[in-house]
C-alpha cells in the first residue's frame, strides 16, 4: 500500500515518546509559544465519538506558572484535611516553576451527556498522547501528572468545570537539559495480543 508518510520515522517517533520530568528541564529556557499552540492544534485532532471535542486545556506560562503552582498548593492546603503532607504542598508549590509551560486537561461533558462519560474521558486521553507525540516530534519534554489535587472535587470550579467535568490532570512541559536514552519498558507486544485468524476453525 502507497504511503505519504515516512513510516520508519513515524514507528521510531511513537518508540521514543518518553515522560519527561521537570526536575529533568534545563531551566531558563522556555518552549515559544507557537510551539505550544502547534501541539494543542495536534490535540485537537484526536477521535472522539459523535464530534462532542471534549477536551479542555488551560496554559500556564510565565508569571501564570506561579499562579498556578499558588493555586494548586492551596486548594490542596486546604481541602487535604488529614491526608496534608507538607512535603508535597512544598512540591506543588516548587514544581511549576520548573518548567517552561503547565497545561491542565480537562474533560467538558456534552451538555446532553449523549455519550458514556468514559468516551469522553477516553477521547481526552487520545488528544494527550497526540500532545506527546508532538512533543517527542519537536525534541522537548513532557510530564502528564494526575497528582496533587486532581482528584479533589473542590478543584473543578477553578478550572472552569462543573459537576459532570473532570480534571485529568496536568501537561508540564521544557526544554530537556539532556536526550533521554533510556530505552522504554515495555513486555513483547507477543504477550498482549491474542490474534484469531482465518486458520482458525470457528464452529458457527
Excluded at 147 to 160: L, M, P
Amino acid at each position: 500500500m502507497e504511503t505519504n508518510y515516512n513510516t520508519e520515522q513515524i514507528n521510531s517517533l511513537i518508540k521514543q515518546r518518553r515522560s519527561i520530568y521537570p526536575n529533568q528541564y534545563a531551566q531558563g529556557k522556555t518552549i515559544p509559544d507557537e510551539t505550544i499552540w502547534q501541539i494543542l492544534e495536534n490535540a485537537i485532532h484526536a477521535p472522539n465519538h459523535k464530534q462532542t471535542e471534549p477536551w479542555r486545556f488551560q496554559v500556564f506560562s510565565g508569571k501564570g506558572l506561579k499562579h498556578f503552582a499558588k493555586l494548586q498548593a492551596g486548594i490542596y492546603q486546604k481541602f487535604a484535611g488529614k491526608d496534608f503532607k507538607q512535603a508535597r504542598y512544598d512540591k506543588l508549590l516548587s514544581y511549576p516553576l520548573l518548567s517552561s509551560h503547565v497545561i491542565a486537561i480537562c474533560m467538558k461533558r456534552n451538555e446532553k451527556n449523549i455519550l458514556p462519560e468514559i468516551e469522553e474521558i477516553e477521547a481526552v486521553a487520545c488528544a494527550v498522547q497526540n500532545m506527546f507525540l508532538t512533543v517527542t516530534a519537536y525534541g522537548l519534554g513532557a510530564y502528564w501528572t494526575t497528582a496533587g489535587i486532581t482528584y479533589f472535587k473542590e478543584a473543578k470550579e477553578y478550572f472552569g468545570l462543573g459537576e459532570n467535568d473532570k480534571l485529568l490532570g496536568f501537561f508540564y512541559l521544557g526544554v530537556p537539559e539532556k536526550a533521554n536514552l533510556i530505552p522504554s519498558k515495555r513486555s513483547p507486544v507477543e504477550t498482549k495480543v491474542q490474534w484469531i485468524g482465518k486458520e482458525i476453525d470457528i464452529p458457527y
